[in-house]
């Protein structure tokens, strides 16, 4: 059986893309490194469907190892140093990982035969919105290391496109959220505070908007681009094609927990109260949905809702 290789398997959307995978029958291969290496390995012993394979994609040998061996015939790739406080602390690693990362990758394909990428990129790529919602053809001026290091490997794949044939797709998706995420960040930061009775005021943002996607969405956007048989793009937002504000988040939050106190100050929201966040917005979805039907499943309110049961459920356990 061919098999599909996922980079970064044990991470938040890495993972939940590998369960999806084998919930409807395909042989995986999950690649990552460092701590989430003990994640795929456990993994691989509890399902006969997945293999684990330890490397890091800077490391161009060990990733050309892992194509030798299993042989894919698509990559969704997952890994990369994500976030822009992650790239501003640590620029130099970050396009290590995520450029030298994404080469290694790509050379492997070509050598190897593999056909077909998915790329989990970012609406970083565009820098501040020039609307509040925008479709593929946006300018991009990404502001942070991150959103150039996104950029420049979509760029690359068309590079790869041209010298080898390779088929390289750009999921383009925006502050993914749900159970399990691992960075302390809106909106789940205000689902745990309500959750656990805590009090949470974020210093500033309530006017911000920004196209908040529910991790089930994100899987199935990206599963249903690996299976269109022929992309007329090579770009496409999986996202939920809305931007609620940050205040009218916590709004919803308080509703779903009554009691909770959530509020969020005025200004622009910044991250780590450190970093201004450009102005953003929604990302229109019709591409994707013309392309392979997609449809965001979860507004702000259900992806909420979600998190909240599985955050309770957590905490009882």
């Known amino acids: 059986m061919s098999k599909i290789l996922v980079t970064g398997a044990g991470g938040f959307l890495g993972g939940a893309v590998v369960r999806a995978l084998l919930d409807r029958g395909d042989a995986v291969v999950g690649l990552d490194c460092g701590p989430n290496a003990a994640v795929i390995k456990a993994m691989s012993m509890s399902n006969s469907g997945f293999d684990a394979a330890e490397a890091d994609i800077s490391d161009a040998e060990a990733v050309d190892a892992v194509f030798a061996k299993h042989r894919p015939r698509a990559v969704i790739h ?135 996607t529910y991790l089930d969405d994100a899987v199935a956007g990206t599963l249903a681009a690996l299976d269109c048989a022929e992309h007329a793009f090579d770009a496409y937002h999986i996202a939920s094609d809305s931007a609620p504000s940050l205040a009218e988040i916590a709004a919803v939050v308080r509703d779903l927990v009554p009691g909770a106190e959530i509020t969020v100050g005025s200004g622009p929201y910044r991250h780590s109260d450190e970093i201004a966040m450009p102005t953003k917005g929604a990302l229109d979805c019709s591409r994707a949905h013309a392309a392979f039907g997609y449809q965001p499943k979860f507004n702000i309110r259900a992806g909420l809702a979600a998190t909240l049961e599985a955050h309770r459920a957590q905490l009882a356990s």
């Open 78 to 212: 997952c890994a990369a140093v994500v976030g822009v406080l992650n790239s501003l602390a640590s620029p130099a690693r970050l396009f290590r990982v995520n450029v030298e990362g994404s080469v290694n990758v790509l050379e492997a394909m070509a050598r190897h035969a593999c056909p077909r990428m998915i790329h989990i990129s970012s609406e970083e790529i565009y820098g501040a919105f020039l609307a509040p919602r925008i479709d593929e053809t946006h300018h991009q001026a990404p502001l942070y290391a991150y959103g150039v290091s996104k950029a420049t490997v979509e760029h690359l794949g068309r590079s790869y496109r041209t010298t080898h044939g390779l088929d390289c797709i750009n999921i383009r998706t925006s502050w993914v959220y749900g159970p399990g995420f691992p960075r302390d960040r809106v909106p789940l930061n205000m689902i745990r505070a309500a959750a656990e009775g805590r009090v949470l005021h974020v210093p500033s943002g309530a006017d911000e908007r920004i196209d908040h």
